[in-house]
């Protein structure tokens, strides 16, 4: 293969032509056939590639044939390129537009998978990984800008999660949605919509903000929402039937959630919209039912039963591993408040002046923070804590470990006992999502933010990442590697800088990955491209870095 020019003259003027050509041989003879007109590259080009066609047996001879040649390296490439080409194969690139706000907007989303942090963080990753080829931008931009739009994410919000859900949907309707709720803390107190309310985190001492996240059949987002820290979770049920109705265009669909998300008033919502539920009922509303005779503890086994009782079915079963776990973890908290008390009654035994209600209070403290105030009386008389357990409200309780009762409108020809029980246990779908979401990859705390509008920006920019980190679970789910880990070892996978500088030419090429790393792409379905375009994207913050963080 090789280069040839061809002049040829013409009336007024002389005409050049350069061929990238090769030589073959048809019997004796040698022809030459051509493969492509170079006569449009410019100069630089078609030298580029005579230099590669003479030393492609021996690249390594491209350093003494073009003195002056630097070799440095480049951003890294391999992990940002694999979440950038899964948000374009899941529609998010599609959804978020083309537009500069919709490029910040996919920028955040994809840094959020690969290292999670502020907005500020997200300026300096995109310094470290080639966001500016990979996502072209055409100028650059600091920590305002993300700030900013999170502003734009929260109004395009609505027209965002629409774009996803007709991608993946297109004319098809999902019959069945799941829905769930949490909390997150924050550790401000200049929140818009940070409230006290009931901490899911445990967190004393913190104000929160409450999430909904809603669910197809399979578990993938569809919507979340923000609410105020005080919102219960009841009070957050209309708006999804509304939306499922409304915006999602449903016609027939069964809400599922667990026992403190759908009561009578939300069973109204939903059947006013012409929608069925599917939710589980209290260790107290199962005891009245066996009081009123609609149960009986027999029907609770290791196998379904069903219960219809007012035009509502009941799906009854004992899970016989989950009752031996209540049970031990019941006689462990027991057995562990014992034994504080005897720990309280040696020390005001060896102690003539050790305070006695100080060392009541101990065990009444304790006692509560166990749950085992309805179990266990806490006395103090003549310098000894007595502790008594009431047995017979103890054999009460222990008849109910392991039971629980699902109840549903559902008609039975479409939706047996199993499929309702299924359905019920496709919750902790929701509850993967919000783990990942809130503490094993994702973080949606600590949220660096103080308005609602980017307070609800950011919660849609932590939705969007779980949709990434959800493929890529699925991506590398026969492989030995968690998500974390396989971003990791990609993020080392960087291009290569050449440049002459006396010329003043640089391409950035991507290398060959090492078996490892070919590994991951493929099991991802991603290719790497052969090169970076050249942009000098100028991506810098407005903050610097602490003096305390550089120091650490």
């Known amino acids: 293969m090789y280069i040839t020019v061809i002049k040829s003259k013409g009336k007024h003027k002389t005409y050049q032509s350069v061929l990238l050509r090769e030589s073959y041989r048809e019997g004796v003879r040698v022809k030459n056939r051509t493969i492509a007109n170079l006569s449009h590259c410019r100069p630089e080009e078609i030298e580029a590639i005579r230099l590669a066609l003479k030393h492609k047996d021996d690249l390594s001879g491209l350093e003494q044939a073009r003195p002056g040649l630097e070799v440095r390296e480049g951003p890294s490439l391999g992990a ?3 979440v950038y080409a899964l948000a374009g194969r899941l529609g998010l690139k599609k959804a978020l537009g083309a537009g500069r706000q919709g490029r910040l907007a996919l920028w955040q989303v994809l840094a959020r998978v690969l290292d999670q942090g502020s907005r500020l963080s997200a300026v300096r990753l995109a310094g470290f990984h080639a966001a500016g080829q990979v996502l072209g931008f055409s100028r650059g931009f600091d920590e305002n800008d993300l700030y900013r739009n999170l502003t734009w994410l929260s109004e395009h919000q ?3 999660e629409d774009r996803l859900f007709k991608a993946r949907r297109g004319q098809g309707r999902p019959e069945l949605f799941l829905y769930d709720v949490t909390s997150s803390y924050l550790e401000g107190e200049y929140n818009a919509l940070a409230d006290w309310g009931y901490s899911r985190d445990k967190k004393r001492g913190k104000k929160q903000i409450v999430i909904g996240l809603l669910c197809d059949e399979w578990g993938e987002p569809v919507s979340t929402e923000v609410f105020t820290g005080n919102t219960s979770d009841l009070q957050t049920f209309e708006a999804q039937v509304k939306k499922a109705a409304e915006r999602f265009g449903c016609r027939r669909v069964t809400f599922v959630g667990d026992r403190g998300m759908i009561k009578s008033g939300q069973i109204e919502d939903v059947s006013q919209a012409g929608f069925h539920y599917i939710t589980a009922i209290t260790k107290a509303q199962i005891r009245s039912m066996i009081k009123k005779g609609v149960f009986q503890l027999g029907l609770f086994d290791e196998q379904l039963c069903e219960v219809e009782y007012g035009g509502e079915r009941y799906i009854l079963r004992r899970n016989p591993i989950r009752a031996e776990e209540v ?3 019941r006689e462990s908290k027991l057995a562990l408040l014992q034994a504080l008390a005897a720990q ?13 209600h100080r060392a009541w209070r ?3 403290e304790k006692c509560s923070k166990l749950g085992l105030e309805s179990l266990a009386t806490v006395t103090a008389e003549n310098r000894r804590i007595k502790l008594e357990v009431d047995e017979e409200y103890l054999a009460e309780i222990a008849e109910l470990d392991g039971c629980y009762a699902l109840k549903t409108d559902l008609p039975a020809e479409p939706a047996s006992a199993q499929t309702i029980h299924d359905r019920y246990k496709d919750l902790g779908l929701v509850e993967q999502a919000f783990r990942t979401c809130k503490t094993e990859h994702l973080k949606v705390r600590p949220a660096f933010v103080r308005t609602e ?6 919660v849609l920019v932590v939705m969007l990442a779980y949709l990434i980190v959800r493929e890529l679970r699925r991506c590398w789910s026969e492989m030995d590697v968690t998500v974390e880990e396989g971003l990791k070892r990609l993020t080392t996978l960087c291009a290569m800088t050449l440049s002459w500088p006396a010329k003043g030419n640089q391409v950035q090429k991507i290398p060959t990955p090492r078996e490892e790393s070919a590994r991951l792409l493929e099991a991802a379905g991603v290719r790497l491209p052969k090169a970076l375009p050249s942009r000098n994207i100028r991506v ?7 003096a305390h963080r550089k120091n650490t």
């Open 453 to 458: 509008a980017n307070t609800r920006g950011h």
């Open 158 to 160: 609505e027209k965002i």
């Open 327 to 329: 049970k031990r973890n």
């Open 362 to 364: 101990l065990v009444i």
């Open 80 to 82: 940002l390129w694999t």
């Open 344 to 356: 309280q009654n040696r020390r005001l035994a060896d102690h003539p002046r050790a305070d006695q």
């Open 540 to 546: 810098v913050t407005r903050k610097r870095l602490p």
